[in-house]
């Protein structure tokens, strides 16, 4: 069983900077492919980014390209979103997933992390 571990997420203001890291407790999440998600407040889940384990292959929503960025470190069994020039829409509870199937493929193998909130204020 994988548990996902998020921390990152914080007060900014608009325009600044946050790093969100999520540690996976084995190294089995090897075999998932891995994604950020994130929930607005009144709004559905959203993908944010994908990377894979070798940080060779990334995507991003069109809502952050170009801002955030989405990175891996196989020996730590860490991923991480950088996030840069946040804006007051990018508010939410960001989420961590083990995706037994691809990034956007949910099954209920999949796993998630608790969320870490970032809230982007003027």
């Known amino acids: 069983q994988v548990q996902l571990v998020e921390s990152g997420g914080g007060f900014v203001q608009a325009g600044g900077s946050l790093k969100l890291s999520c540690a996976a407790s084995t190294r089995a999440i090897g075999n998932y492919a891995m994604g950020w998600f994130r929930r607005a407040p009144g709004k559905e889940r959203e993908f944010v980014a994908a990377?894979?384990?070798?940080?060779?292959?990334?995507y991003y929503a069109d809502s952050v390209k170009g801002r955030f960025t989405a990175l891996s470190d196989k020996a730590k069994n860490t991923i991480y979103l950088q996030m840069n020039g946040l804006k007051l829409e990018d508010t939410g509870v960001y989420y961590c997933k083990a995706a037994q199937e691809g990034v956007l493929i949910d099954t209920e193998y999949d796993y998630w992390g608790q969320g870490t909130q970032v809230v982007v204020s003027t």
């Open positions: 990377i894979n384990w070798s940080g060779d292959n990334t």
